[in-house]
Every structure is written in C-alpha cells, then in structure tokens.
T-cell receptor, first 110, second 114 residues
Framework: EDQVTQSPEALRLQEGESSSLNCSYTVSGLRGLFWYRQDPGKGPEFLFTLYSAGEEKEKERLKATLTKKESFLHITAPKPEDSATYLCAVQAGSNYQLIWGAGTKLIIKP | SAVISQKPSRDICQRGTSLTIQCQVDSQVTMMFWYRQQPGQSLTLIATANQGSEATYESGFVIDKFPISRPNLTFSTLTVSNMSPEDSSIYLC???????????FGSGTRLTVV
C-alpha cells in the first residue's frame, strides 16, 4: 500500500537553529514529491516539486532533497515567520491523486 | 500558477442543513479536487471534478452527502448536505498538476456544525 510518513510530528527550534524535516514514502513508481507550507486557517502553499532521486531545490531558507526512499526539507537559520505546518505529498504510478503525509508542525521561537 | 477564490471562508451551520462552497479559478483547468481537513490532521481527498462528467468520489464519500457541480472549466461547487457535527472541518478546493507549479489550493472554508 502506498504510504507517506512525516517526522517529527512537531519540532520546536530557537531562531537561527537549523534542522531538517523528514518525509519517507513507499510507493510504486514515484512521479513527483511535493512540499507545502500551511499556516493556521489557510490552504496549503506550494513550495517544491521533486521528481527523481538526487534532485535538490532551494527557496530562501528552505532546501528540499530527494532519495529513493525519502525527502528532507532543510531549514537553515530559521526565523519565527517560518513557523507553520509543513506537508509532504507524493504522486505515484498512473494515479493523479496525491498521497499526503500528516505534516510536521514547526515552531520557531525568537 | 492558477489563483483560486473560495467562498465562504467560514460558516457556522445548524445540524440538518446544507452548505454550498464555491471555488472560482482564474484560468481554465481540467480537474478540480475537493479535500477535507479535520482539525490537526492532513488532507483527505473527497472527490475529483471534471467538467462535463460526474465527479469521482473516494472511498467513504458519497454523492448524496457531498454533491459536486462543475458547470465549466473555471468553477465548481461542493455541497455538504444534511450536516452533523462530525462534518465540522476545513474544506479545500485545489487545481493543478505534477508540474513545477504543483497544485494550488483555495484558502479553505472552515465549517462548524452546531
């Protein structure tokens, strides 16, 4: 069964303390892995799409990487405004639907 | 990427009533997706709506409870019918594809059933 697991469930960091969020997946025929940011009361905001192992993408303090089994979202020197829930989703095989992880709630303390 | 306008942003409804949620997209799209997100949880796909055909519902969701309309390539509605407190959730519409812009989401409708 296709599955996406995110860890940790929650992460509290001090401002400037770098860390990584994990998204592990077991799917048949990965077509794309997506990272989203979601603020309370809002819809998810698209961050990155990764397609193949070894691919990396960056945006400001965020960097997403992909292997054959997992993806990492690295956050460098985070600021309080980076506090949000980060969601990972995959698209696999011939199915256009996304399989979603449960998310990681990130809290950056000033 | 597309811009989605979703209405209403929130509502408090009496049990047994129905609420219709609207999503308007600023460009023509083939597929629109409707999701439910219960408090503190991730997204669950309710159905996929294609223009000119009946929506495809996921396991656990039925047309009588969540009827969907898709009259054209820029608009869709989701109705939550005969509501109960268990329907309290955030409902989201989404469009897009696996391309570089990913899938775009509306701002969500926060529904509370009392």
């Amino acid at each position: 069964e296709d599955q996406v697991t995110q860890s940790p469930e929650a992460l509290r960091l001090q401002e400037g303390e770098s860390s990584s969020l994990n998204c592990s997946y077991t799917v048949s025929g990965l077509r794309g892995l997506f990272w989203y940011r979601q603020d309370p009361g809002k819809g998810p905001e698209f961050l990155f799409t990764l397609y193949s192992a070894g691919e990396e993408k960056e945006k400001e303090r965020l960097k997403a990487t992909l292997t054959k089994k997992e993806s990492f979202l690295h956050i460098t020197a985070p600021k309080p405004e980076d506090s949000a829930t980060y969601l990972c989703a995959v698209q696999a095989g011939s199915n256009y639907q996304l399989i979603w992880g449960a998310g990681t709630k990130l809290i950056i303390k000033p | 990427s597309a811009v989605i306008s979703q209405k209403p942003s929130r509502d408090i409804c009496q049990r047994g009533t129905s609420l219709t949620i609207q999503c308007q997209v600023d460009s023509q799209v083939t597929m629109m997706f409707w999701y439910r997100q219960q408090p503190g949880q991730s997204l669950t796909l309710i159905a996929t709506a294609n223009q000119g055909s009946e929506a495809t519902y996921e396991s656990g969701f039925v047309i009588d409870k969540f009827p969907i309309s898709r009259p054209n390539l820029t608009f869709s509605t989701l109705t939550v019918s005969n509501m109960s407190p268990e329907d309290s959730s955030i409902y989201l519409c989404s469009v897009g594809d696996r391309g570089e812009s990913g899938y775009t989401f509306g701002s969500g409708t926060r529904l509370t059933v009392v």
